[in-house]
Nanobody, 123 residues
């Protein structure tokens, strides 16, 4: 069982930055891929970005490329999502999720999820 906790969400104005954290307890992320998804009100989960814990490989959705950066700090068992130049369309509940092995951009591919953190961006 993998327990995940997100933090760092909040309400900001357009153009601002936020850094989300995804923390796991126990022995760290090991051989997992860790992904960030977001769910706008009334919509399905949308893939945002992912990182492979053991080699640091990353990928981002086209909608966030150049603005969002995913990274990992193994010493603290934390995966970060740095979000820059936020717009109202980024408003959503952001969740991190893990799966063994490679990154995959579909929510159904991930086994363990955190409860999520709300990000609200006003114009």
């Amino acid at each position: 069982q993998v327990h995940l906790t997100e933090s760092g969400g909040g309400s900001v104005q357009g153009g601002a930055s936020l850094r989300l954290s995804c923390t796991t307890s126990g022995r760290g992320f090991g051989n997992y891929a860790v992904a960030w998804f977001r769910q706008p009100p009334g919509k399905e989960h949308e893939f945002v970005a992912a990182i492979v814990a053991n080699d640091g490989g990353t990928t981002q959705a086209d909608s966030v490329k150049g603005r969002f950066i995913v990274s990992i700090d193994h010493s603290r068992n934390v995966v970060y999502l740095q979000m820059n130049n936020l717009t109202p369309s980024d408003t959503a509940v952001y969740s991190c999720a893990t799966r063994l092995g490679a990154m995959w951009p579909t929510a159904a591919s991930y086994n363990f999820w955190g409860p999520g953190t709300q990000v609200t961006v006003s114009s």
